[in-house]
């Protein structure tokens, strides 16, 4: 490592320094060992911008009830820690020399070399491991974070199909990828919660309730997921289909959360923009928050536990050797927004050109019951309009989704939340016709039939 590279590498630990304990000793010292990362400068939204959220560097840290030390001392920089499903690896972001992009790295907590996963010009930052040795992370590409995942072979598949950025934030018990982007879809500038199946397919905003930021979502043992919600915290449950929110201190809950036990959390906080996270312990039951590890002057961010966890579901992938994809919705009318009866005629379809205007590829019509089946085109971003019978627009998606290569997707209904279920009918189009209306580029006529 050249000698100017050591010197900002040891600067940087000089003004981390060791943490303060908690003042609570007897709360800290029931804490298992565990990861954080240490920031002097943390911005938890700069990714949507396709940005660095840490512009000054950062460092990785081990601490357990006898010792504290940096984790990576001979790294430029090291973020993004996630501890493996059987507790004895460590994912991370890293960068060998300051001026390095981050890329993805791994090592064993016991000790030895980091070994690199991914090698390229641009960041690779925010892993997490999948189940079949398989890891999930996002990368920059063209000013843009792209979620890719690795298989064990080392080959990347890109998972994301939208203009903006997405970063994952989690996985789901189901073997889903949590992850957050901006609403609408990708062209907003708040953040909101979203998943993803690990080969691309079925993705959906996780609640239709939008509105404030809400981000750093990771689902408990319970099987709820807690999120930052603007000033606050909160949690969908099953049972409800809009978030709760929690009773505690306001301010800015912003590096990712660690279950230390049945509903008892690790998790940053600071009380004010200007002022730096600092590591808290928090049960759901209260509405306290307890210091475990501050710094002045630093972020105290990225809690992760050294322990052993259960590995998510395997998904299975019902992709086919297709060079487009299939979508059915049941029932436009189905939907958050109202529409008289008879009122949806036909559908539009758009995508965007490389200079991120939107492009017509299509029309198709709309049968009575509100049904429509069309083909679309893959791994691109697409955008659905409604439209009535004089071909004025009922209803245009503000943001876009994706299919991917060789999806079947079917829809209960038009931005009707992934919460409501299908009416037990078939629909009409598939009646008149199962062979879907073409819409895979901008010569596509309209199908026919419709009311």
């Not at 002057?297 to 992760?304: L, S, Y």
């Amino acid at each position: 490592m050249p000698a100017r590279c050591i010197l900002l590498f040891c600067l940087l630990l000089l003004a981390i320094g060791p943490a303060r304990p908690a003042t609570d000793h007897s709360a800290l010292g029931q804490l298992p060992v565990f990861l954080y990362t240490a920031a002097k400068s943390y911005e938890p939204l700069a990714w949507m911008r396709g940005e660095d959220r840490f512009p000054s560097g950062a460092a990785i840290f081990l601490k357990n009830a006898n010792e504290e030390r940096a984790l990576l001392p001979d790294f430029g920089a090291s973020a993004d820690p996630v501890v493996s499903f059987d507790g004895k690896r460590v994912l991370f972001a890293g960068k060998t020399h300051a001026t390095d992009a981050w890329q993805i790295w791994e090592m064993l907590l016991a000790g030895g070399a980091p070994r690199q996963i991914t090698v390229g010009p641009e960041d690779c930052v925010r892993p997490f491991y999948l189940p079949d040795d398989r890891i999930v992370y996002a990368c920059k590409i063209a000013g843009r974070f792209v979620i890719e995942v690795k298989d064990a072979e080392g080959k990347p598949l890109a998972i994301t199909y939208m203009p903006g950025s997405a970063l994952p934030t989690g996985i789901f018990q189901d073997g889903r990828i949590l992850f957050s982007a901006a609403y609408p879809l990708g062209t907003g500038t708040a953040p909101e919660i979203y998943t993803v199946y690990a080969d691309g397919s079925g993705v959906e905003s996780y609640r239709c309730d939008h509105g404030h930021a809400r981000y750093s979502a990771t689902q408990g043992s319970s099987g709820d997921l807690l999120f930052a919600s603007g000033t606050t915290l909160a949690r969908f449950i099953s049972a409800r289909a809009q978030e709760q929110r929690f009773s505690v201190p306001a301010g800015e809950y912003g590096g990712d959360f660690a279950e230390t036990g049945a509903s008892e959390w690790l998790l940053s906080w600071r009380p004010r923009a200007n002022a730096t996270f600092r590591l808290m312990q928090w049960e759901q039951a209260s509405a306290a928050l307890q210091p475990a590890v501050i710094k002045a002057g630093v972020n105290i961010i990225q809690p992760a536990l050294v322990i052993p966890r259960r590995m998510p579901n395997r998904h299975p992938s019902g992709l086919h050797d297709w060079a487009n994809a299939n979508l059915l919705c049941l029932n436009a009318y189905t939907s958050k927004y109202p529409f008289p009866a008879g009122s949806i005629h036909s559908v539009r379809l758009y995508t965007r050109d490389f200079e991120g205007s939107p492009k017509l590829l299509g029309s198709a019509s709309v049968e009575r019951d509100g049904s429509f089946f069309v083909q679309v085109p893959a791994d691109r971003p697409l955008q659905i309009e409604l439209l009535d019978a004089a071909g004025k627009t009922l209803k245009r998606e503000a943001g876009f989704f994706w299919m991917r290569r060789g999806e079947q997707r079917g829809c209960v209904g038009c931005h009707a939340g992934p919460e409501t279920s299908p009416e037990n009918a078939v629909p009409l189009i598939l009646l008149k016709s199962t062979a879907p209306a073409d819409l895979t580029s901008v010569n596509a006529q309209n199908a026919s039939g419709g009311h």
